[in-house]
């Protein structure tokens, strides 16, 4: 068998290439020995004395569970180590001042879809480095362009870290032996059209006019406009749907909805979404709010949510398309344009 690079070669080898090539290497080799720790309590889980219990809210409301704090308290301990000016964390009001004079700024999700974890389903470390701005909490609301690099890891079947960096998308993969992540996946590409898509359908009745049309015109499959048999899934875990789109292509779809709470989506803006968008589109992808570029959105708030539309060039094009004409004021409408309405009408 090849020999495999390893995560610290890969790296040495690319972080020259860029401005913030050097720093941001530090930041990614710290979160990377984090998550070896954090994928081995998660495997133990009650072993190790995760027993998932519910652990109080944090400060935006959302519910906390043991495993979201130690994972925060690791990740947290481990930026300390590394040239991190600022840590945004989705376990804490506002951003963590860590070394003031350090180049770089980091949004962290420590652990995404925590509540999957009692069924066994993967979870994930999501984050976002950008460098730092003078101002260091203006920093983390400019647009996701900023990135210098992004990347999440996935606590699976096996751990998996996919990496943004250099304009390009890497994987690697924990061989839990040597404790080591080696390279898997070198420069992968999204396929661009794959009849795939990935939503939350037993929202349906609270969605916009236009999302409810482009997933209607998947589900008429060969006797619709698209003329394809489309194929669904949902894990409910967007690190995993996202490994998902980079291995296979389709698109997710977390959209506004007209419950209270979810008026401007669910997911995060700066360390779910950006990060997210910056891999989809490295890797030759797109990501949308539907209405705009993901990419192009600055933050009001740190916790800022988003509506996040992503995966294959094709399907998140088609997406955009319905929302496009239609003003937003009407995107509740019932009206049947929207059960009819899709690209080809
Ligand atoms: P948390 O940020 O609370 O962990 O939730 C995020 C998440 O689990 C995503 O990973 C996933 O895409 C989404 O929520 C699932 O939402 P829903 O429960 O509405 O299907």
Redesign the pocket.
Known sequence: MDERATLRSHLNRWAPQTPHGAAAAEVIEVIAAAAVELAARIADGPLAGITGAGNGVNSDG?QQKDIDVLADEMMRAALRNAPVAAVLS?ELALPETLNPDAPLCVAI?PL????NLENNISVGTIFSIRPRGNDILSTFFEPGTGQCAAGFVVYGPQTTLVLGHNGRVDIFILDRRTRQFLLIGQDVKIAPDTPEFAI?ASNRRHWHGPVRAYIDECLAGTNGDRGADFNMRWI???VA?AFRILVRGGVFL?PADARSGYREG??RLLYEAHPMALIMEWAGGAATTGRRRILELGAKTPHQRVPLIMGSARGVRDVAAIHEGIEPMFDNSDAPLFARRGLFR
């Open positions: 959302d989705e999700d995404d879809g925590s509540a939350n409910g875990s967007l749907e977390y669910r997911l």
